[in-house]
């Protein structure tokens, strides 16, 4: 079982930014594609982002693309999501997630078998 821990979610003024991590106790980690989910009350899990297990390819869900920067450190088993120009219709419960196997541009939550618990980003007007 892969175990993803989630940190870095707190409230912040519009405009801000925000570093998520999502650590992990894989190694190797390079073998796992990482995504990035969220869920606002009320609405269904989004994709954010995806990253490749070497990290050189990435690829971001098209309202998020210039305002959110996935990366990772492969020798630290961290995925990180860079949040940008925060706005309040991005407060939502943050996931990471991995998958041995498929594309990164797979969106689909149900394609990834290890989670998260998340954490709590709040963005105030």
């Known amino acids: 079982q892969v175990q993803l821990v989630e940190s870095g979610g707190e409230l912040v003024q519009a405009g801000g930014s925000l570093r998520l991590s999502c650590a992990s106790s894989e190694s190797p980690f390079n073998i796992y594609i990482m995504g990035w989910f969220r869920q606002a009350p009320g609405k269904g899990r989004e994709f954010v982002a995806a990253i490749s297990g070497n990290g050189a390819n990435s690829y971001y869900a098209d309202s998020m693309k210039g305002r959110f920067t996935i990366s990772r450190d492969n020798a630290k088993s961290t995925v990180y999501l860079q949040l940008s120009s925060l706005k309040p219709e991005d407060t939502a419960v943050y996931y990471c997630?991995?998958?041995?196997?498929?594309?990164?541009?797979?969106?689909?939550?149900?394609?990834?078998?290890?989670w998260g618990q998340g954490t709590q980003v709040t963005v105030s007007s």
């Open positions: 997630a991995a998958r041995r196997w498929g594309s990164i541009m797979d969106t689909i939550p149900g394609t990834y078998p290890y």
